[in-house]
């Protein structure tokens, strides 16, 4: 079993660093594919041991190897949290529901940074991402339409009424949709009222009332 854990840690810690990176160059507005990834201060093209999640963090001391630039911490903590929530995800979660949590987290950890960076989403990452979810979730979707269908629809119509009169942005919009779906009806209220809760905090804690700021805080 603890080869099972370590292996599902290094792919959380993977998938940690890829993100990372994806929501970067969404911030730099650049390809995930091209150029190869670099060093913010001296863009020298960075070698593979230096890319390996945690480790590379390591090896460096924290450090750019070529220009001795400080690496920020932020992408090496996703990695490490990825990681762990892998691990624990194992430990809570039924076997049938492990796949799609290990990827739901994933999902919006991604969109998180994303809108960290920018106050914006990449829509590819917004709509691909959520409507592979769906399918994992097909039978799930269907019994939660089933059981709460003109709430949700009712809620739908509300969310992109705010959404037209600009009251609301269009990804949360659509992420909220897909989390009534995903989730459920009850499950996405708590979500919401937990999303408020960070934001206030995050607001008090910043004590910048001017600024716009990510609604999710997950
Ligand atoms: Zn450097």
Redesign the pocket.
Known sequence: MIYIFFLLFILGTCLGSFISCVAYRYKLGISIIYPRSF?D??S?TLQHWQLIPIIGFILQKGK?H??K?KIPLSSTVIELAIGVIFIFNTIIIANTNLIFTSLLVVWLTLISLEDYYTLSVDSITLEYGGLILLIFRFHTVITNLKANFLIIILFIIILISCNLLNKFGTADTILIVFSFLLLGFYNTLVVILLSCILGIISYLIKRDFSASHPLFHI
């Open positions: 060093c201060n001296c020298q750019c070529f220009c630039q």
